[in-house]
């Protein structure tokens, strides 16, 4: 069954006019059956032929009609995921799990949206359409890594995770990463440790901004000052891990506690220690975040924040529906509580 409709667009000093797939269909020289293939994946049609109507689909701002698709259909009952790195992901695995107890009790389908293109013609709403998905979740982006405006504005249902996107029918959840690196600060200063830097991920990332956040106002709670050079910058990763860990270790008075904004980075950290002939944590103690498979393994076993990524993937469907079947509803803003996980990586700060 073919969708006829689509929605309205303006042209400069017109009238609004309806543009529709026959429209379409008719500029770019094909059948609506074509353009209905093209629009819904379908891999029988040929590149050149799948640009062709695309390219047209994008100059006329055609948009299927989610009114007309009602009319003529059921509800999809299929939700779509964004992930920036793909199904490697290190929390993924559990974000699935999670996720896989409200699908199976809300009735839904998961598809992954696997990212086409980075063009600047890319579209996030002609994707989540072709998909015909009836709301989104998306992981893994930050504030700068693409336009999500197009996506907000749709009024396409979206859960953000760890991205504070909270407009229109978009929500997000997320760790309360400020409070988590507050108290690892508190562990440091307990263990009378007073020069304790933080290795950051990317500083545009949100959880980053946070976890900065959080160790300032763990250093000003236990009235250690903050110093800028204490503070070195790394992208999660057990390379930049090991990199900034070097810096730090150059400075005239390294420190002798390091938190880590994820377990890879503290990881590095841990190899770039040794491999300066100091010991962990006799000499300098490691604090990582996320409590990833590797934080138990390796030696010393890793002393890091657990975040609760099971729930994260619950809530985050179970948020979504609410979005979904209650267009009145304010989008959500959901903060779920961490736990420091004590192991061997610390100890009290030498004498």
Known sequence: MVISEGIFRKEAGCEQIATN??????????????VSKVLNGY??????????????????QFRPNSAACALVGRRSMTIGIFLTTGLAHPFFTQILSGMEQSLKSKGYDLIYLAQLSWSNDYSFVRHCQSRNVEGVVVFGFQHDDMNFSELIESGIP???IDLDVCEGRAGYISSDNQDAAQRTVQYLSGLNHRK???????????VSRHRLEGYRIGLEQAEIPYREYYVAEGD?????????MQKLLALPEPPT????????SA???MDAIRDAGL?????ISVIGFDDIEIASNVRPALTTVRQDMITIGRRSIELLDDLINNKELSPPEVIVPTKLIIRDSCAPVRE
């Open 267 to 269: 990881v590095g950290a």
């Open 236 to 244: 999660f990763t057990r390379e930049t891990g090991y990199t900034a």
């Open 279 to 283: 010991s962990v944590p006799e000499h």
């Open 257 to 264: 506690g390091v938190i880590c904004c994820s377990d890879m």
């Open 196 to 206: 304790i830097s933080f290795l950051s991920g990317n500083k545009e990332s949100y």
């Open 43 to 60: 891999t029988t049609v040929n590149k050149k032929t799948k640009e062709r109507v695309l390219e047209f689909v994008k100059e006329m």
């Open 21 to 34: 797939i026959r429209d379409v269909a008719r500029a770019a020289g094909v059948s609506v059956a074509t």
């Open 158 to 160: 979206s859960l953000f």
